[in-house]
């Protein structure tokens, strides 16, 4: 059933209600945990599709990213531990074939996944030395397994909820939120880390805004080898908080902006945020599936939200993966197709297990509508943007396997 509900709030970005908006970077060592498991999620799908041709149970949703030592100083600095990270999860591990029982290099497929993500992710981490990785999965549960096996006979192929689970979304994305959600982006752009090799990948940005004014912290672990004294950590840090002032110029209109980076450096006793390979995983700091960001990138505690963790999980009937992605996907939509109409729209969509994907036991619009806008029309074509979403099922499983966009 989808219901819609005529909300009675201002648009976030016009409420005086403060906000808060935090975007956990790619290096962050839950952000890197997310995008480890879900490239394991994506491995495993495209070996099973190639050597069986069919979707095979897995939820490989679980990860442990343990935080080395590091000795970080002007101009380098000594690996004492090197971080471990080691996958955990469910995934079938034998198939049988013409009465044959195949054996699965689960293990196998999962560790070359992760060592991937480890050499896309940072530049000055070498995967060789400075991580230990493993992987430590079992196959499924039978009752789980064989529920994934079932499809409703139709030229859809629908498959049935794997869980009784939620998932939400909103749109559009508010000023506060745009900022934060670039600001990122662009600082571990390549074009950045060209112009700024110092700036390493583990960046966590932090917005505020309390009426006009948006304050945006920066924690930007920086890379030691690049870094030759106080001096010139110092320029490298009003490099970042340059950058991230261009990047607000795009969106703060009447805004008043500033920016603060690594507030937590006290330099008087050489304190500093320096790294060796660009991530505070080096030196402590531990990372988890699910800690970082929603399914839309941001965290957002003003926000509908939920603490599912999409990544990892499989991307053939995870409801609580596949209705984050559904309702932030529909929210948009709503907002961009009906645009004058809708001013801000978030969603949230529950099923039940065992019942199939595109017909939710409950789905709930929340619309915020301009002046003189005619309700039950708007509400009927939202109705339908997000049925819609809900039957277009398997192009959202076949870009999630081709990894056309991030679950964190």
Partial sequence: MIHTTKSKRDPVGKSEFPEMTERKGKGHPDSVADECAEACSRALTSYYLEYFNRYFHHNVDKAAYVGGQAAPEFGGGVILQPQEFEIIGRAIDTAVVAGKLIPIPVRTICREAIYDVFRYTFRNLDVDKHVIIDARTKSGSIDLTGLYNQEING?????????????????????TDNSVYNIEKYLNSDEFKDICPASGEDIKVMGIRSGKNIGITIANAMVSKYIMDKSEYINVVDQVKEAA???????????????????????????????????????????????????NGLITPGRVQTLEAAAGKNSNNHVGKLYSLMSNRAANRIVNELRGDVVECQIRIVSQIGHPINKPWLADIELITADNTNYDTVSAKAKEILQAELDDYLTLRQELLEGKFKVW
């Fill in 155 to 175: 030229e859809d192929h629908v498959p049935l909820a794997n869980d009784t689970s939620f998932g939400v979304g909103f749109a559009p994305f508010s000023i």
């Fill in 245 to 295: 002032l261009k990047v607000t110029d795009k969106f703060k209109g009447y805004h008043d902006v500033k920016v603060s980076v690594n507030t937590g450096d006290i330099l008087d006793k050489d304190l500093l945020y320096l790294t060796i390979t660009g991530t505070s995983a080096e030196a402590g700091d531990d990372g988890q599936v699910g800690r970082g960001n929603r399914a």
